[in-house]
């Protein structure tokens, strides 16, 4: 069964800092370009962050640029997004989705979705 499995979200202070998870089973990332997406109440689903299968290309949302760091260990199977500096703002469900090979920016170009981790920044 292939699947995405997204971790690390929780409640931290604002300007804290997390390391979100996604980790794949049933297939290898290898092949795979990984965009990180988030869904907060009441607005629409925000592309984030995305790196490609090779991991030479990267890309931020404005909103997040200098201070979210997405990276790969294919060896794990694994992308993460360091995220530091945390705003009330970023309160959202963060997602992670897999394509072939290289990043999109809509989320409907996405073949693979997690269930989501939940951040919250808040005092």
């Known amino acids: 069964q292939l699947q995405l499995v997204e971790s690390g979200g929780g409640l931290v202070q604002p300007g804290g800092s997390l390391r979100l998870s996604c980790a794949a089973s049933g297939f290898t990332l290898d092949y795979y370009a990984i965009g990180w997406f988030r869904h907060a109440p009441g607005k629409e689903r925000e592309g984030v962050s995305c790196i490609d299968s090779s991991g030479a290309s990267t890309n931020y949302a404005d909103s997040v640029k200098g201070r979210f760091t997405i990276s790969r260990d294919n060896d794990k199977n694994t992308v993460y997004l360091q995220v530091i500096s945390l705003k009330p703002e970023d309160t959202a469900v963060y997602y992670c989705?897999?394509?072939?090979?290289?990043?999109?920016?809509?989320?409907?170009?996405?073949?693979?979705w997690g269930q989501g981790t939940q951040v919250i920044v808040s005092s």
């Open positions: 989705a897999a394509r072939f090979r290289l990043c999109a920016s809509s989320y409907y170009e996405y073949e693979f």
